[in-house]
């Protein structure tokens, strides 16, 4: 039987034009030496290979073994076909150098290879060296040089010490998770994947793709075990896997002397620092999220996405018009009738529609009020019982009115519904922090335990209309009208998230009857929010087909 030759044809959903798939397929069957070719159509890339029997079966388990996880691939499936494709093989250039493929590690975990250990692929010159202040403590170039800088560090964050690392990255300071106090913003680094969730919420798709090729960092929220130990104040921490080859072996090493976690910050006070006589061209880390239905979102890092698509998106000023246009490109909707949703936690806020007709057209802009004195003033105005509202939230609220009216918001401030919930959260006392108000409020929401929440006045200052400005007094009055009532502010955060879902489908709706539009693109960083994404996918997917972002941030 096994003299007959077969083709076999292997088709993978791959979201990512960055070439590495392409790449990595082409190397795996150039090692075994088969007759193949590869193409590759939209999403979909098909390794074609003829062999007999027994070489096709051979080559399908090493295929499995030699291809990592990755955040772009969705799934793959295999078929006998008759002749070979007739399309010619273009392999793309890639994006960048994927470290973390299953023969990448192999060459550096397995003692009889000449990579043995090494930090950096691929460089015949390598010079590490450790330096405490400005001494140097040891400059090795060897595997056996490289296991002792290891121990030697992981033995320094062991008993205490922070260690500035020169990764490929760029130079950031590691340390015991117990040190993270010390600095003020910093991520957290699991040294096994088998340790994630002794600090954090996390289910198993979230597992899945911190594990993968690109090597991410989620956003999680603190388990209650972990937060008891008072490691950390914050109840929600930025978590990744080494991301890089040297803090790869780093971790095995903290791993077996029983360090769980580190702290990775840009800037902290460290006495030890690591440097390698080579500069690699840095990534921006990638940040992601991950959706319940496996929806992956990426919030920064566009080194991973293909160089045309960057490219194509440097000609827009306007972040709301370049991530429409992204979406746009990267789903081909330049011949649909769509519109887009772009909230943001850093820039103006837009609701847009393209048609080819007319172009993209802006239709709803968010107005801030220019003060909390401004904005309490503009309540009363708006009716004789909002204005006895607000004499009554005064009475009950003294402390929270006196607090929100003393506070200046900065002249920068960007026009959008995040800010607005700063202001709501500030006024309504969740927060008497304006730059973390909108994060607490956002908190608040996650944590909500239950099914619904208050609804929240969201509507445009002209009701029926298409275009038109947010009003945001209506906002803020049906928030203070539920806080007189009782409602804690954890069901009042959520009221403020799960409405502003509701409107986002009501507008969509209105969207698709008037303005005939096909399909909805969501993007800005605000969707990075899980709870937030899944509410409008859960509202929206009935009646609307809905476009994210493949393999581009969410955000420009």
């Not at 030697?152 to 490929?168: D, F, H, M, P, R």
């Amino acid at each position: 039987m096994s003299g007959e030759s077969m083709i076999l044809a292997f088709e993978f959903n791959y979201v990512s034009h960055n070439g590495i798939l392409e790449n990595l397929l082409k190397e795996i069957a150039s090692d075994c030496a088969i007759l193949h070719k590869i193409i590759r159509k939209e999403s979909i890339v098909t390794l074609c290979v003829e062999a007999d029997e027994t070489t096709l079966g051979t080559f399908a388990d090493t295929l499995s073994a030699s291809l990592p996880l990755s955040i772009f691939f969705k799934s793959s499936s295999v078929e006998v076909v008759d002749a070979m494709p007739n399309e010619a093989e273009v392999l793309p250039s890639l994006s960048y150098n994927a470290e973390f493929t299953p023969k990448n590690l192999a060459s550096v975990d397995s003692p009889s290879s000449p990579h043995y250990l090494s930090p950096i692929l691929g460089e015949k010159e390598l010079h590490v060296s450790l330096f405490h202040d400005e001494k140097e403590l040891l400059h090795v170039n060897t595997s056996a040089g490289y296991e002792t800088l290891y121990s030697n560090v992981a033995e320094l964050i062991s008993s205490g010490e922070n260690v500035s690392i020169q990764t490929k990255n760029g130079s950031f300071v590691f340390g015991k998770i117990e040190n993270s106090t010390e600095c003020k913003a910093f991520e957290v680094v699991a040294t096994d994947l088998s340790v994630v969730e002794r600090m954090v919420v996390c289910r198993e798709n979230e597992i899945k793709a911190l594990a993968s090729l690109e090597r991410p960092a989620i956003r999680f929220k603190v388990n209650a075990l972990f937060a008891q130990k008072g490691i950390i104040t914050q109840s929600r921490v930025t978590l990744r896997l080494a991301d890089d080859l040297f803090l790869y072996q780093l971790s095995k090493h903290l791993f077996a002397k029983g360090i769980q976690f580190l702290f990775k910050a840009s800037s902290c006070k460290a006495t030890y620092r690591v440097s390698v006589s080579v500069t690699q061209n840095a990534l921006e880390p990638l940040l992601i999220s991950v959706l319940e239905n496996g929806a992956i979102l990426i919030l920064k890092g566009s080194d991973y996405a293909s160089t045309a698509l960057k490219t194509s998106l440097k000609k827009f000023e306007e972040p709301s018009h370049a991530a429409f246009a992204s979406i746009m490109q990267e789903h081909q909707l330049f011949d649909a009738t769509s519109s887009c949703f772009y909230f943001s936690t850093l820039h103006n806020d837009r609701m847009m529609h393209y048609s080819k007709e007319h172009g993209m057209l802006n239709l709803v802009e968010i107005l801030l009020p220019i003060s909390f004195t401004e904005l309490f003033a503009e309540v009363e105005r708006s009716s004789e019982s909002a204005e006895r509202l607000v004499a009554h939230y005064k009475e009950q609220f003294p402390e929270i009115y006196a607090k929100a009216v003393a506070i200046k918001m900065p002249s920068d401030t960007p026009k959008s519904v995040y800010s607005l919930w700063k202001m709501m959260a500030i006024a309504l006392g969740l927060s008497d922090d304006f730059e973390r108000a909108g994060e607490q409020l956002l908190e608040n929401a996650e944590d909500f335990g239950g099914l619904k929440g208050p609804r929240i006045d969201y509507f445009l200052q002209k009701e029926d209309a298409l275009s038109s400005d947010l009003d945001y007094v209506r906002m803020l009055r049906s928030g203070m009208s539920f806080k007189l009532a009782g409602t804690d502010n954890t069901t009042l955060s959520f009221g403020y998230m799960e409405s502003l879902s509701y409107f986002i489908s009501d507008l969509a709706d209105a969207h698709k009857e008037n303005l005939m539009s096909t399909k909805i693109a969501l993007c800005g960083s605000l969707f990075g929010y899980k709870r937030f994404s899944e509410m409008i996918i859960k509202n929206l997917k009935p009646n609307h087909t809905i476009c994210f972002n493949k393999e581009l941030p969410i955000d420009q």
